[in-house]
């Protein structure tokens, strides 16, 4: 039996089996529902302490709509706070016309009670919009509530005659006025849509966990099996959580079982993949969260290449390395068994797959074990370009082919790779034909260089073909894009770091009054918006236990790359809690527009010149140097003072700005005294209106 560290919290179940629908045809009626009932009862009482009396029942024609409601609310009644309580359903899930209209595709989700049917029967159905409703009063009273639902909303009108039934019913398409009347005020969803999850039954939320039996768009299925001469029919995902419950030790959370289970059923079903959102971190039925090392799973091997459950959308990079780790891990020291090591091949938006290095003993890394970034990849860290040059310019386009392959921040996109950047020459035109590049430019009266980024814009200033050194500072304008695009985009790659989630950073800006109040999101354009001369504080919150070192730079209009603070050379330890930076004299942060921005006019919209600015935040355990990366807006030669070397953060920067070392893998095995992160905030910068 599973250790009960919850002794002064009550535990409450509403188990909840349907197998006879009367209003449904024969095809529809269910085997395993009742059995699923059973089974979960008797985990709860067994392996997790629940009490008999404090455990609900319902089977066929008790599951009317009515019993079910007022079962519910009777939870709400008896519960205390911070009980634990589960509710479980195995029966048909559907879908029916959304009485409400809070739904984009205009219909809800619902359960189906016994006494429910389809046209020309009454619909009695319970809709996720009322099992919601119920959830937040019963959450108000505890956090520690566990839905798992083995049924579904959605199907297929075709299936298998002879396979294992679905427990999904089409969905009820009859007009709202054929409809018994919506139990839920239509102003609940006044607030907007709410952020419902993968499974497609409630809003995502860390006041439950929710163990649905398929994602919103597949079906839940039954399981056979057999037991001597006689057929035992379950839901699946039913069927093989129990299993899993049954051998969990103390310590196992959520996560760690719904791992095994998932993979369970859809190798049962391969279209049938369970769901899990929410607290997934907290131990079963229990009240402890325990913060577990962030992994991603194998979820196929074959031979010595493995599959892995993560791919671009994760910052997956090919040639990185990861140490493998068995199931249920969730820390990881000097005495944890390591399984082996893998090394990423290749990358797909959501998987990866790898070849593996290292395996202490044959077949030691499995489906379900967990791989741990041990040597991430950073790849090359370099702008992508083409040219397009008329045939009359030959020696103008040789001479910036060559300062391109000299330098080791940029190179020409190949076939296959679409590039960061295009750089034109632009011949003398007195109009703008439909085809012609760059058509802001409008008309040209002397060849002229042109870069254009991949949003269509203008990039960088543009330049006279025949100016002195016009190829070598397309080059270095260039180059101070990709510095600025890695400096944007550097993230600590160890999901590990001390520091991760530990600083908060806040604009304020100032109101007429002279006082400083939190810039809010502008509701025309979803962005924090400034002008030209406004002034601003930033708020700086330490909420790591141990004194920090904060760092800002701003990442400019015309990809100017700018320390605010500290000054130059300066270092200030941040100790725990709220400090503010703009107040002191000497410290003010007043924004403004280059007054070279936009290099070439926007087409005219009526809104004011400006764009994103963001500023980024380094927050470290150690004094470090930031002027050697510095740089004024596209104009300007980086200088060759280099970092410290041996700091991670300043290796990761060198090879973002200089393109030293662009194949190298980096080791995430940082002394606690090394630690960084960073954030960003991000605001539109105008002119200000005259």
């Known amino acids: 039996m599973v250790s009960n560290n919850a002794a002064n919290n009550h535990k409450w179940a509403l188990l909840i089996g349907i197998n006879k629908y009367p209003k449904l045809p024969e095809h529809k009626q269910l085997r395993g529902c009742e059995n699923d009932v059973k089974l979960i009862n008797k ?10 009396n404090q455990i609900t029942r319902l089977f066929d024609e008790e599951a009317t709509r009515q019993n079910i409601l007022k079962a519910l609310q009777e939870l709400v009644d008896r519960v205390n706070r911070n009980d634990i309580v589960v509710i479980h359903y195995s029966g048909h899930g559907s879908r029916m016309t959304d009485r409400e209209r809070d739904k984009p595709d205009g219909m ?27 959830l937040l009063r019963l959450s108000e009273k505890t956090p520690y509530i566990t839905l798992i639902f083995d049924s579904c909303h959605s199907g297929g009108i075709v299936r298998d005659p002879f396979g294992a039934r679905d ?33 497609g039954w409630l809003p995502m939320s860390d006041r439950y966990i929710l163990i649905a039996g398929c994602s919103a768009e597949e079906s839940a299925w039954e399981y056979s099996k057999r037991e001597g001469n006689s057929q035992i029919d379950h839901g699946a995902l039913t069927y093989f959580l129990c299993r899993e419950l049954r051998s969990a030790q103390s310590g196992t959370t959520y996560r760690d079982i719904f791992q095994p289970v998932s993979i369970q059923v859809t190798a049962n079903k391969s279209v049938q993949h369970p769901q899990i959102e929410g607290a997934q971190d907290r131990e079963l039925f229990n009240v402890h969260d325990i913060e577990p090392i962030r992994f991603v799973s194998i979820v196929e091997r074959k031979h010595n290449k493995v599959i892995l459950r993560a791919g671009a959308a994760h910052g997956m990079t090919e040639k990185s390395e990861w140490a493998i780790y068995p199931e249920a891990t969730k820390q990881i020291d000097k005495e944890t068994l390591k399984l082996g090591k893998v090394k990423i091949t290749a990358v797909r938006a959501v998987t990866s797959d790898a070849e593996i290095l290292e395996e202490n003993s044959v077949g030691a890394i499995a489906v379900g074990t967990r791989a741990i970034e041990e040597a991430h990849f950073y790849g090359e860290m370099r702008l992508k370009v083409n040219i397009q040059v008329p045939t009359d310019y030959d020696v103008a386009k040789k001479d910036l082919i060559e300062r391109i392959k000299e330098s080791k921040l940029l190179h020409f996109a190949q076939e296959d790779e679409i590039a960061d950047a295009m750089v034109y020459l632009i011949a003398p035109r007195s109009q703008v034909g439909a085809d012609a590049p760059v058509p802001q430019l409008g008309a040209v009266n002397q060849p002229t260089w042109v870069v254009v980024g991949n949003g269509g814009q203008v990039a960088a ?21 990709v510095r600025y695009k890695s400096v944007l985009a550097l993230k600590n790659p160890n999901s590990q770091s001390l520091l991760k989630n530990k600083v908060k950073l806040t604009l304020k800006r100032q109101a007429f009054d002279g006082s400083y109040v939190e810039a809010q999101l502008k509701n025309d354009s979803g962005q924090i918006v400034f002008e030209d001369g406004d002034r601003l504080i930033m708020e700086i919150e330490n909420l790591h236990n141990k004194p920090i070192y904060i760092y800002i730079l701003d990442l400019g209009l015309a990809s100017g790359v700018e320390q605010i603070y500290p000054v130059m050379g300066a270092s200030q330890e941040f100790h725990t809690g709220k400090h503010s930076i703009g107040l002191r004299q000497g410290e003010e942060i007043k924004l403004y527009v280059p007054e070279t921005f936009p290099y070439v006019p926007f087409p005219h919209n009526g809104s004011p010149a400006g764009g994103v600015e963001t500023f980024k935040l380094f927050a470290t355990t150690y004094p470090t140097d930031f002027s050697w990366l510095l740089q004024e807006g596209v104009r300007m030669v980086l200088g060759e003072q280099q970092p410290n070397q041996n700091k991670p953060l300043e290796q990761l920067l060198s090879m973002a700005l200089t393109g030293n070392g662009n194949r190298e893998v980096r080791r995430n095995n940082i002394p606690a005294d090394e630690e960084w992160t960073t954030v960003e905030i991000s605001f539109l910068l105008r002119r200000k209106i005259r």
């Open 43 to 52: 985990v709860l009482q067994e392996n997790f302490s629940f009490p008999e």
């Open 108 to 134: 809800d989700e619902t359960i189906m009670p016994y006494d429910s049917g389809r046209d020309p029967h009454e619909n009695r159905d319970i809709t996720d919009d009322e099992l919601y409703k119920w």
């Open 167 to 199: 427990r999904w019913v089409e969905p009820d398409t009859r007009p709202i006025e054929q409809l018994p009347l919506s139990q839920v005020s239509a102003t609940r969803s006044s607030g907007g849509t709410r952020d419902i999850g993968s499974s």
């Open 461 to 481: 200033p543009i330049r006279p073909v025949d100016e002195a050194g016009a190829t070598a500072m397309l080059r270095e304008n260039l180059e101070k894009i």
